[in-house]
């Protein structure tokens, strides 16, 4: 097997031949990564996801699945791939059981195989209780999960997953993370999700592209994008009215200090470290510390400084919005 | 461990999972079946049974006639009588009343091939549902893009053909079922059976409603297939719907119909299949008559079913 699951190579998609969507994007995910895809509304996740899944096909470039073309061996790539999409799709008048087996049919696993996977997917995702009650009924987290076995019945090598916590509660999000995990310790997958819940990213993914009108602005693991930011935040004020900026930049791995009205914004490498350095440093000169606090980067701020600040208007089509409305409306009824 | 996954979906396969899909939402759905049906039976119910047009031709419709007796000269008789013949208008008018209820039966033998208006107008209501059945049913698709569910289907290996198909197959099987109880129905209601009906008659009413079908819901899937809303080609349906309905032998003979409305029966299927059907059902088979609608309902078939598929196979990945 390559160790480069998936390979893009500038993937570009553009719509009505004037928006552009996804902007000749290039990236590798390697054999058992969770490979995050960050971005604001409308910044191209979604379509590079579709595109990869070969549901839209792209107008420049491609990519590569476990070495297959996602145009020219297509039908291959979509017997390796899984997919969970952003939208609940199945379908509501049938039951879970039958919407898995229908799954099953499309991948044209045969029933006497199909039926005993199912049944073991409903149990790993907690639903065999009500695997022969209508979708209707189900709540937005069962529904998820229910989307979650449906991705799993071929058994894909890949799994693709479209903001897969969208519109669920915080312990819904939690507990269908785990499932996810589960699923994926089970089955040794790669997976490739998009999501702008950046702590998820933060706690799942090994790494993480942000993407942001259409192109991918930085790739990494959580932790070097954070430290990319150049590391921790210590703020301190001191008892005495003198500026000690230059002797705090003479303690080892600073990197920038700002006074801010005798509050000292100090930029340091690993700060639960370089923090007593700097008190040490001060008390020895008569200096008293009255106030610190250490913050470390979040990938909020990796974000923030990566997409710009303001919010976004939906630049995504009226047919995306309208579905991920949809979706929204289901998963809270 | 194997790259390539060990399965791969037959067209067969696929086609018959997504079929049944579509079966069994529309089964559990009793209401909208019921709708369905309904429609149909209170149309047969209102147009056939209170459009009577046999009625019309009832000695009552010639209002209370008063003739006056009629008085001739006895040298017309024949032999010659002397002085004059009088004939009393009361069996005068007994007389006419007669003749134009003979000539009543007559008329509606000649005009719509079966005496009763009824029988002709219940089978015209089976090509309307199949009509209306084959347009709506493909219109799911909008839906099926609308909730994700086309995506996910397109994501996996089953072939796109079972994907466009298993629509056609849909629309088609509905419009077969509904066909069937409707002529059950009606055949309650009194519907008078050609004496020739037998039950393969029955199998050429389902390959002549197949074809339509085929071909009307191949058309209108590769209408709605690029909608991204319901309304347009809700819109479309009802904008031609009456059009078809009317400009078409199934509530009137074509042959009394002004010639530009004729030019287009002529070329409305749906003339050709209620044709096929009455052939079929009420009237004494022609079978050159019945050849000749089934070959333009395969040629319509062919042609639109080629054509949808096609573009619909165009735009199922954009």
């Given at each position: 097997m390559t160790e480069e699951v998936i390979k893009a190579e500038g993937l570009t998609k553009v719509f009505n031949k004037?928006?552009?969507?996804?902007?000749h994007i290039s990236f590798t995910v390697k054999n058992g990564e969770v490979f995050g895809f960050l971005g604001p509304n409308g910044a191209g996740k979604t379509t590079t996801i579709n595109m990869l899944i070969t549901v839209l096909k792209p107008t420049e470039g491609t990519a590569s699945i476990l070495g297959y073309d996602?145009?020219?061996?297509a039908n291959t790539v979509r017997s390796l791939i899984g997919v969970v999409p952003q939208?609940?799709?199945?379908?509501?008048?049938?039951t879970g059981y039958e919407n898995i087996m229908l799954c099953a049919d499309l991948y044209g696993i045969p029933r006497k195989v199909s039926r005993k996977r199912a049944l073991e997917l409903l149990e790993l995702v907690e639903l065999t209780q009500f695997?022969?009650?209508?979708?209707?009924?189900?709540s937005g987290g069962m529904r998820r999960r229910l989307e979650l076995a449906c991705g799993l019945i071929n058994r894909p090598k890949v799994l693709f997953l479209d903001e897969?916590?969208?519109?669920?509660d915080v312990q819904t999000r939690a507990a269908t993370w785990d499932y996810i995990k589960r699923l994926k310790k089970e089955y040794g997958m790669t997976l490739f999700m998009t999501t702008h819940y950046l702590e998820e990213a933060d706690a799942l993914c090994n790494r993480i592209a942000i993407i942001d009108h259409g192109k991918i602005v930085v790739t990494g693991s959580p932790g070097e994008l954070k430290d990319s930011l150049g590391g921790d935040i210590i703020t301190l004020s001191i008892k005495?009215?003198?500026?000690v900026s230059e002797l705090i930049r003479s303690?080892?791995?600073?990197?920038e200090v700002k006074n801010e009205n005798g509050a000292y914004k100090i930029k340091a490498e690993s700060g639960e470290v370089t923090g007593p350095l700097i008190i040490e440093a001060l008390r020895r000169k008569g200096y008293t510390v009255t106030r610190l606090s250490l913050t470390e980067p979040t990938l909020n701020e990796v974000y923030m400084e990566y997409t710009g600040k303001s919010m976004r208007d939906?630049?995504?089509s009226r047919e995306a919005f309208r579905a991920h409305r949809i979706t929204l409306r289901r998963a809270r009824a | 461990m194997s790259s390539t996954n060990e399965y791969h979906p037959s067209l067969l396969r696929g086609l018959w999972a997504l079929t049944v899909r579509e079966l069994k939402k529309w089964l559990k759905d009793p209401v909208m079946l019921l709708m369905f049906v309904l429609q149909p039976v209170i149309w047969m119910g209102l147009l056939g049974k209170s459009?009577?047009?046999?009625?019309?031709?009832?000695?009552?419709?010639?209002?209370n006639l008063t003739i006056e007796n009629i008085t001739i000269p006895?040298?017309?008789?024949?032999?010659p009588v002397s002085g004059v013949v009088v004939i009393p208008g009361v069996l005068i008018a007994q007389q006419l009343q007669q003749i134009f209820s003979n000539i009543g039966t007559t008329v509606m033998q000649n005009t719509f091939?079966?005496?009763?208006?009824f029988s002709f107008m219940a089978v015209g209501m089976v090509s309307m549902i199949v009509m209306t059945t084959a347009m709506f049913s493909g219109m799911s698709i909008v839906w099926d893009r609308r909730l994700g569910f086309l995506d996910k289907v397109i994501s996996t290996p089953v072939p796109r053909t079972a994907i466009i198909f298993s629509k056609v197959l849909n629309a088609t099987l509905r419009a077969m079922f509904q066909a069937t109880i409707i002529l059950a129905l009606a055949y309650m209601f009194g519907l008078q059976l050609s004496?020739?009906?037998?039950?393969l008659n029955m199998l050429g009413v389902y390959a002549a409603i197949l074809l339509l079908g085929i071909g009307l819901s191949s058309a209108f899937l590769a209408f709605s297939i690029?909608?991204?809303?319901?309304e347009r080609p809700m819109q479309i349906v009802n904008l031609i719907m009456m059009p078809l309905m009317f400009a078409?032998?199934?509530?009137?003979?074509?042959?009394?119909?002004?010639p530009w409305i004729q030019a287009i029966a002529h070329v409305n299927p749906l003339t050709y299949l209620t044709d096929a059907l009455r052939q079929l059902i009420?009237?004494?088979?022609e079978v050159s008559v019945l050849i000749t609608d089934f070959i333009y309902l395969s040629i319509f078939a062919a042609v639109l079913s080629i054509v949808g598929i096609m573009l619909s196979w165009r735009y199922l990945t954009r």
């Open positions: 004037s928006l552009v969507a996804v902007n996602i145009i020219k061996n939208e609940y799709t199945a379908d509501e008048d049938l695997k022969d009650k209508r979708v209707e009924t189900y897969p916590t969208l519109g669920l005495e009215n003198t500026d303690v080892g791995h600073i990197k939906t630049e995504e | 459009m009577n047009i046999k009625e019309m031709f009832s000695p009552t419709s010639l209002g006895g040298s017309m008789v024949n032999p091939g079966v005496a009763d208006y004496p020739n009906f037998t039950l690029r909608s991204t809303r319901m078409s032998n199934t509530f009137f003979p074509t042959t009394l119909m002004p009420i009237l004494p088979l």
